[in-house]
Nanobody, 125 residues
Framework: EVQLVESGGGLVQAGGSLRLSCAAS????????IAWFRQTPGKDREGISC???????HYADSVEGRFTISSDKAKNTVYLQMDSLKPEDTAVYYC???????????????????WGQGTQVTVSS
């Protein structure tokens, strides 16, 4: 059974940093896509970053240059380093995974079979 467990959320002032972690278990093999989404009340989940199954990295325009996604395959963990945080980054952040996602659909939430429970990030002004 595939499980994703996020950690690292919290409260931070604008301009600060946080690092989120997503620990994955249950995958057969090392090649799978993991993405970070975020969601605010009343809005759809927004895909913000992804490492595809072939290691390609993508970012949404809203976080490009401020967020960095990375992976530690030995720990089966993906990280999202979030710098220069803004109040509009406040959301529940989720990691999502799938065996294959490609380069064009990574921002589509319905393409992912597995989801973590979410972690709250709050950025105060």
């Amino acid at each position: 059974e595939v499980q994703l467990v996020e950690s690292g959320g919290g409260l931070v002032q604008a301009g600060g940093s946080l690092r989120l972690s997503c620990a994955a278990s249950g995958f057969t093999g090392d090649d799978y896509a993991i993405a970070w989404f975020r969601q605010t009340p009343g809005k759809d989940r927004e895909g913000i970053s992804c490492i595809t199954e072939n290691g390609k990295i993508h970012y949404a325009d809203s976080v490009e240059g401020r967020f960095t996604i990375s992976s530690d395959k030995a720990k089966n963990t993906v990280y999202l380093q979030m710098d220069s945080l803004k109040p509009e980054d406040t959301a529940v952040y989720y990691c999502a995974a799938n065996g294959w996602i490609g380069d064009f659909g990574w921002r589509v939430a319905s393409f992912y079979d597995y989801w973590g429970q979410g972690t709250q990030v709050t950025v105060s002004s």
